[in-house]
T-cell receptor
Framework: GAGVSQSPSNKVTEKGKDVELRCDPI?????LYWYRQSLGQGLEFLIY????????KSGLPSDRFSAERTGGSVSTLTIQRTQQEDSAVYLC???????????FGPGTRLLVL | SQQGEEDPQALSIQEGENATMNCSYK?????LQWYRQNSGRGLVHLIL?????REKHSGRLRVTLDTSKKSSSLLITASRAADTASYFC???????????FGQGTRLTINP
């Protein structure tokens, strides 16, 4: 079946603009995660959705970051008033159950000029 | 601080040699996972070992888990150039609902 997909693959934007990143998880996966990875670094947890429960937003770095998951499927990560330090690869993953195997999308490489 | 931390940060070996990477963590876990990442894109799941398991094999991969030392190791035998990648361990702290990833080990296999 289809894996996790993310769009766009690459995004170049100007400082101060808003961006939206999309994630389509594997069908039937109830858990969805967003991570950020700066060049050569590890994964930084951003936010986690599990079914209809309130999301775990503990990793969001500032109130410029928000995410939603509509209908328990597709998720959108929004970054408002982007800053140069927001430049990174944003990775989405889904899993059948939390803490089990996560399946990652290819990521969105964001560059803020 | 990170729940999982890999060691070494970087490893360079000759093709055919074995590569060993280590992961240490701080709190009790239900399971520990290893992932591989090529070219800074999506991670690929390699193997999951549960807290009641001590060793697991998958092809050329061998993972050990020592819960008394809160550590795990990933051994890749007979390495190939295609094994060049970054390798991450991920742990779930008991009671937590998410995985925490380490900083990764960058493995380079020289032909």
């Amino acid at each position: 079946g289809a894996g996790v997909s993310q769009s766009p693959s690459n995004k170049v934007t100007e400082k101060g603009k808003d961006v939206e990143l999309r994630c389509d998880p594997i069908s039937g996966h109830t858990a969805l995660y967003w991570y950020r990875q700066s060049l050569g670094q590890g994964l930084e947890f951003l936010i986690y959705f599990q079914g209809n429960s309130a999301p775990d937003k503990s990793g969001l770095p500032s109130d410029r970051f928000s995410a939603e998951r509509t209908g328990g499927s597709v998720s959108t990560l929004t970054i408002q008033r982007t800053q140069q330090e927001d430049s990174a690869v944003y990775l989405c993953a889904s899993s059948l159950k939390s803490t089990e195997t996560q399946y990652f999308g290819p990521g969105t490489r964001l560059l803020v000029l | 601080s990170q729940q999982g931390e890999e060691d070494p940060q970087a490893l360079s070996i000759q093709e055919g040699e074995n590569a060993t990477m280590n992961c240490s963590y701080k709190t009790s876990i239900n399971n520990l996972q290893w992932y591989r990442q090529n070219s800074g894109r999506g991670l690929v799941h390699l193997i999951l070992i549960r807290s009641n398991e001590r060793e697991k094999h998958s092809g050329r991969l061998r993972v050990t888990l020592d819960t008394s030392k809160k550590s795990s190791s990933l051994l890749i035998t007979a390495s190939r150039a295609a094994d060049t990648a970054s390798y991450f361990c991920a742990t779930d702290a008991q009671g937590a609902q998410k995985l925490v990833f380490g900083q990764g080990t960058r493995l380079t296999i020289n032909p």
